[in-house]
């Protein structure tokens, strides 16, 4: 008996298969009780009593009625009785009782119970006729009523039955709870919440379930703890060579080869400090120096330095300015590489600045009419080192780590970054703010327009 509580506890299956087994069997004895209870209780004829057949002359008195008969002392007697009495002669079909529910003349005899009298039999009910002076009288009972607890009856099966559909309901889905569990937790480990863990104390499928999840988990956040200490020993470790290849670089004369390699040895400078700037956003808890800014003009002092580009630069400030709390630094280096992309790919078009204030939010958008991004690298767009030109030509994007940069950047003031493009009309990125970082922010939302 142990073994099988113990199955029964460790299987999900065998619980399920019970808890519907049991609801199969509750609902066949409701239906059958209720049933068999309909059919006690429904239109019922008595048997007529052994001492009435016997004594069918001294209680029934016929010769009281007359012939020809009397029709009250007839209607008298089958009150008295509660029975139907039907007369019959050549000229004569008379009843106590309107429904006229038997068809006597379909009797059959059954056996006699004197010189005139005999029971009959129609339909399997029996009843009494008495043949006196030309007139055949039939008696035969009333049929009694259905009685109210016909309804009562059914309400009460009803109402089992709905009782036990709830119960199954609350069980199943008690039973089930551990779902809705698994799939919060599966969604914010999808988000990036690699710290967080469902409980559970279940030791069926669904516990097993629980646990490789949980482990799951567990693995991924070594794997990338493994990676960012990796990416961020080797980024300090080429610090140093980097430092001693500047310092050599100094003591070689100027030629077009030098130029080439102090523009390479920067590049790879800017890389190592964008993945250390993203590993340093990309923790937990990132530490922002935010102070008190009027955001418009901000926005404005970096896309100065972009005055100069051929294909013009238009900024769009509201007014008045309002103050937001931002990271300086931080917001530069993500306006900066947004513009960097819009200058990059923009074909010598229109780029335009725009701010906007709703509330407690601000938004910056920066739109180029350039070569735009196709719709299948729009989701990955901004991730690590994805690019959607794969040839990574110095001329056609960097690295791959701007976007992802601005991303985190975003999400670490409590933001959110949008990026809106289509083929040969241009890209559109929208980066959202609150008034202080720290805000619950969106996802991260791409969309082709």
């Known amino acids: 008996m142990n073994a099988l509580l113990q199955s029964i506890r460790r299987s999900l299956f065998l619980r399920l298969l019970l808890i519907f087994g049991t609801t199969i069997v509750l609902f066949f004895i409701i239906v059958l009780g209720a049933l068999r209870l309909l059919t006690d209780t429904g239109n019922t004829i008595d048997a007529i009593p052994d001492f009435f057949s016997r004594n069918i002359d001294s209680i029934i008195d016929i010769e009281s009625i007359g012939s020809p008969p009397n029709l009250a002392n007839a209607m008298r007697l089958a009150e008295e009785l509660g029975w139907t009495i039907q007369i019959r002669s050549p000229i004569m079909r008379w009843s106590s009782n309107t429904d006229n529910r038997i068809d006597v003349t379909q009797s059959e005899f059954d056996h006699s119970l004197s010189a005139d009298a005999e029971i009959r039999r129609v339909g399997g009910e029996d009843i009494i006729m008495v043949e006196r002076g030309g007139y055949e009288f039939y008696l035969y009972q009333r049929a009694v009523p259905e009685p109210a607890i016909n309804y009562l009856v059914f309400y009460a099966g009803f109402t089992m ?255 959110n970054l949008d990026i809106e493009s289509k083929v040969g009309e241009g890209t559109r990125v929208i980066l959202r703010l609150p008034r202080r970082p720290g805000s619950s922010a969106a996802p991260l939302s791409n969309s082709a327009s």
């Open 161 to 415: 039955a709905v009782l036990v559909l709830l119960l199954n309901y609350f069980m199943v889905n008690r039973l089930l709870a551990p779902v809705r569990l698994l799939k919060q937790g599966a969604e914010r480990i999808r988000n990036g919440d690699l710290g967080f863990r469902v409980d559970s104390d279940r030791q069926d499928e669904l516990g097993e379930l629980t646990d490789s999840i949980n482990h799951m988990a567990d693995s991924l956040q070594s794997m990338l703890e493994a990676k960012r200490q990796l990416l961020l020993a080797i980024s300090h470790e080429l610090r140093s060579p980097l430092a001693k290849a500047k310092l050599r670089l100094e003591f070689i004369d100027d030629s077009d080869q030098a130029d080439q390699l102090r523009e390479d040895i920067s590049e790879i400078d800017l890389l190592i400090a964008d993945l250390i700037e993203a590993e340093r956003l990309n923790q937990e808890h990132s530490v922002l120096v935010a102070e008190p800014v009027r955001l418009g003009s901000f926005v404005r002092s970096v896309a100065d330095a972009y005055v100069d580009y051929q294909g013009s630069l238009k900024i769009e400030i509201p007014r008045p300015d309002q103050e937001f709390h931002i990271d300086k630094l931080r917001i530069r280096l993500l306006l900066t590489n947004l513009l960097n992309n819009a200058v990059r790919h923009g074909e010598n078009n229109p780029i335009k600045v725009r701010v906007s204030f709703a509330g407690e939010k601000a938004s910056l958008e920066v739109i180029d009419q350039g070569e735009g991004i196709p719709r299948e690298h729009l989701k990955q767009i901004a991730e690590p080192f994805y690019r959607a030109d794969s040839s990574r030509q110095r001329n056609t994007g960097g690295t791959g780590l701007g976007l992802y940069l601005c991303r985190l950047i975003a999400e670490a003031h409590g933001g």
